[in-house]
């Protein structure tokens, strides 16, 4: 029995459960203040349209009450003039005024030692210790119209005055001091009771918070919802920007390996580079006052909240580094010595991270295992160990310096060190038993948009959105032409990218990841609200795995949908195990990790010749890598996750050219595409609006009948199979985005891009 729950259910239900918490608190006091302020005041109202002697019962005789109510309000100047101003300020001042006095002064209180607090407390609450006849004897006497009046003698003392001030006497100086000493008279009560509440206010929910806070750059509007999410990781051997061949702004140079500093959608002060380290600095805050002021030890809240905000930093250097190569380097916060400061050699950087997490893994605990970590919204020891050995991969993987494409000279960096730190991290996940991967790619796909966030199962971390913000479906979504049954979230949603042509016929056609990654069609314009599938151009495909309607809910935001990215899941650490074990010890130690992740891709009966004999044929390192690098495209595409990647195996180029001849070759219908078919028949099923479509599998050829509508399935031309990097560039050579030129202008001199920019 399925017993997750969605993320707006489970906060929703949260939220019930404290509002009757509150309610059932606040009762007696509600109680109370009704019985004794509210109702007295609503019985004097009531008494005032009335004729009473305080010896009869009062009688509504001749509105004589009504008439003084209408006299007092057109007749009585002064009334108008002086009493409902005056009334309404000291009302005002003395009412709400009060209780935010009390609160400021109680939350100031709490900063300070207790021993001090507590005289200081108590000259706060003598006043209300006093009767009212001792306080007007106290300040009658400060505020006396004579010599001996303590004010007037001051002032008159040192020249301020010539002649004593009336205070008790003078318009000017009276309903001013009568406030006053009204607030106070009254404020020791709720001081003390505000006080009492601040004081007892959990330590580590404070802490909470801060952490919480250094997750809010993720979804600022120039930050990854709208910039890093949506243009990084494109174009690849799997996936493309679908309009790569345009020339009308420039969005395409960011996917084609042809940005420039001066990029239009990205060279702004608010972009994501300025938050990613707006993100850094907070969690550089954070994690120098849990360590100075607290005891973050493993199993303690603050231990598992130092563990998260050093995670969380390294989840913005992690996308830095992959993004830009090498950057400045923050691991304090900013003084006013160090504003401006250069780039740092990413080597330090990667060693710090992997030094970070692994400080981090023994402070957080597993998934499931504390109330914090029944989320994949907050961080865990297996994200914190995923992330770990991913940033090991990427250290001592092949990328672009300054000085040439190669790996890092580094010796703590290199592969003899980082590949068994990964591995082993990769097997303590694996060997938890903490997570797992869900019974069935399409299974996995429905609860991610159906934003199922328990923890324990595929999905380690996700970058936390609310309903207002993030755009994985607004962009990445199965391509919406309006607004429809499906979703409000507006015209031309969804369809920004997605898998290259050849990419579905590269999956072998039992594979059930296939009809789930890749998908042949969009949805039309909605008629009465309804909305059909139709076939798509032959050169363009969308990505099945955001579909707005598998979600349980309508977005109705007209600028984002509030999906999380999943930043991390199972199948990658198993991939990763794969790779791992694979240089490590062999293809045999491998074996195990690449048969798990084919065993959900292929239906049991197909397992033996699927699984089984496929894995056991790779009997060496050369074999056992490809046919990785090979499941990974299967596994990932759509995921933004293969760039860094091909990457780091140095395979940028070469799989690009790989993916253009493979383009080259399905249009000719050549090579091991020969017998892709030119032409697809589509009917409706009995829905009336999806699509039962014939020809998508090779050898399809034969018109299934006149039941069915033929579509041509051939358009596919050079220019945009060549859109897939710029033509004349060497990807390898631009593997990162440069530095926009708005962060250059006002670094002082101390930043600059490198790589030929």
Known sequence: MDNTMPKNASLQKELNRDKYSTLLLLLPYILLFTTFIIVPVLVAVGLSFTYFDLIRPPRFADLMGFYNYVALLTQDENFLKFVIPNTLKYAILVGPGGYILSFIMAWMLSQIQARPRKWISLALYTPSMLGGILIAVVWRTLFNGDNSGYINALLLRYGLIDEAIQF?????????????????????????????????????????????????????????????????????????????????????????????????????????????????????????????????????PLGHLLGEALTLRAVYYADLLKTWGDVPARFEPI??????????????????????????????????????????????????????????????GIQQYPDGIRRSTDPALSVANMYPLALAECRAIIQSGKARLEPSFETLWKKYNQENITAGGESLWELPFSDGRGRMLFTFAVYHTSIDQFQANGSAKGGVAGPLPNVFYDYDQVDSRRDVTCVPYKYGTAVAGIAKQQLNAFNKWYFG?????????????????????????????LMMAAETANEVEGPAAAAPYLKEIRRRAFAPADHTIKVDQ?????????????????EHKFEFTGEMERKQALIRWGLLKTKLDEAISRMTSLRDRTGEYATVPTTLYFKYRPDNITLDIYGLNRGESTNPGAAYTSFAWNSLVDSKITSLYKTGVNPDNRQFWPIWQVFIDGSNGKLFNDYGY
């Open 545 to 573: 795995k955001y579909r707005y309607e598998w979600m349980n809910r309508m977005v109705t935001s007209t600028n984002d949908d509030g999906v999380n990215k999943m930043y991390m899941r199972y199948a990658e650490i």
């Open 335 to 396: 003084t006013s010595d160090d504003i401006y400061i250069g780039k740092t050699s990413r080597d330090i950087i990667y060693k710090q991270l992997i030094a970070d997490l692994g400080e981090a893994s023994d402070l957080t605990p597993w998934p499931n295992e504390t109330a914090w970590t029944t989320s994949v919204e907050r961080v865990n020891k297996a994200f914190v160990k995923g992330l770990r050995a991913r940033l090991a991969l990427a250290a001592s």
């Open 168 to 300: 008790l006497q003078s318009p000017e100086y009276l309903l001013n001091i009568m406030i006053f000493v009204a607030l106070w008279g009254s404020m020791g009560i709720g001081f003390l009771a505000m006080l009492a509440g601040v004081l007892n206010v959990d330590k580590t929910l404070y802490e909470a918070g801060a952490v919480d806070g250094i997750k809010v750059p993720f979804a600022e509007t120039n930050s990854y919802r709208g910039r890093f999410l949506p243009w990084y990781g494109l174009n690849t051997d799997t996936e493309w920007y679908n309009s790569s061949e345009s020339t009308t702004d420039d969005k395409p140079s960011l996917c084609t390996y042809d940005a420039r500093p001066n990029n239009s959608q990205m060279n702004s002060s608010n972009n994501v580079w300025a938050m990613m380290y707006i993100g850094i600095e907070r969690a550089n805050i954070c994690i120098r006052g849990i360590r100075r002021y607290g005891n973050p030890t493993p199993g303690t």
């Open 614 to 630: 496929y894995v056991n044929a790779l009997n060496s390192k050369p074999a056992m890598f490809n046919a990785i690098v090979d």
